[in-house]
């Protein structure tokens, strides 16, 4: 096996169809299979089997899948190190990022480091708070940059803290919000966490949703035509939206802060990549 099985494994175990693996890979079906043939003859196994949900790895196979996945892991680190040799600031920097990091934030903080840097290149990977942790601890990616609570016992900094605030297009009025119509979005379990929490403390009944859409940008959208109201964190408000704002608060009045983190593992930050954009985050971007 070589780099080019290692590759063929990962794509296949993630898509799980070998018409797409062949797209992905810009080879034909035929060439594809020929190869999985070729892998299973060498090894003496049956790799795989085609199933309702498509291809599913057999036993043998799936460590077949964990050993392409490591050694590919190993072979970028090689080469980050041999390119670190040369003092260049180049290759692929592996980024896990929340939704609505990624959704607000990412394009600009992506722009800027590009521009000291021009030689990175990226690979994102959005998502969950707990995919993207794993993520990072399995070193799938480099670095994550998630949101809220979580358990990280390794290198993490904190780069931005927003409120979570009830937005609506006419006045709140807090002793009558639990009679008004909400519009909820799917998001992170810990942010709807905090929510209910903040709820269960303030109101004796359930909130009157009145609509549950995608994602908290399509929330605004239906606040913004008056359709109800959303409690969001800042992050999806613009400085010039015309919206009525009212932040979150704890029982002793404090605000309820949504906390923006970037995590990484202490064997990466050897890494030219990792170091400049971590350094990039900490010095010039930590307000994100």
């Known amino acids: ?3 080019k099985d290692w590759t063929t494994l990962q794509l296949l175990a993630q898509e799980k169809n070998i018409t ?11 060439s594809l299979t020929y190869r999985l043939q070729q892998i299973e003859k060498e090894f003496g196994i049956t790799l795989l089997y085609r199933g309702r949900r498509g291809v599913e790895f057999t036993e043998q196979g799936a460590i077949l899948v964990e050993y392409a996945k490591e050694m590919l892991f190993k072979l970028s680190n090689i080469k980050e190190e041999l390119r670190n040799m040369e003092g260049k600031i180049q290759g692929t920097l592996r980024l896990g990022v929340a939704r609505g990091v990624a959704l607000y934030k990412l394009p600009d903080i992506l722009r800027q480091f590009l521009d000291l840097y021009p030689l990175v290149d990226f690979t994102v ?7 993207l942790i794993t ?14 609570e979580h358990h990280w016992s390794e290198e993490k900094e904190i780069i931005d803290q927003e409120t979570i605030c009830i937005i609506s297009k006419s006045p709140i009025d807090l002793d ?3 009679n008004k119509p909400r519009i909820t979005y799917n998001t992170d379990p810990a942010l709807i966490m905090v929510i209910d ?3 269960k403390n303030n109101y004796s009944k359930p909130p009157l949703v009145s609509m549950d859409v995608d994602t908290m940008e399509i929330a605004k959208r239906m606040v913004q035509s008056g359709l109800g109201y959303a409690i969001v964190p800042s992050i999806v408000m613009d400085k010039e939206e015309e919206l009525e704002q009212i932040p979150l608060r704890d029982s002793a009045g404090e605000l ?4 923006t983190w970037m995590l990484y593992r202490k064997e990466f930050i050897d890494l030219a990549t990792v170091k400049a954009f971590v350094n990039f985050i900490k010095e010039r971007y930590r307000a994100i």
């Open 1 to 3: 096996m070589d780099e």
């Open 20 to 30: 797409k693996t062949a797209e992905r890979m810009f080879i034909s079906q035929p």
């Open 125 to 131: 990977k959005t998502g969950l708070n707990l995919d």
């Open 135 to 148: 993520s990072v601890f399995k070193q799938e990616v480099q670095i994550g940059i998630v949101r809220g």
């Open 176 to 178: 009558s919000l639990a």
């Open 197 to 199: 929490s903040w709820w």
């Open 256 to 259: 309820i802060l949504w906390t």
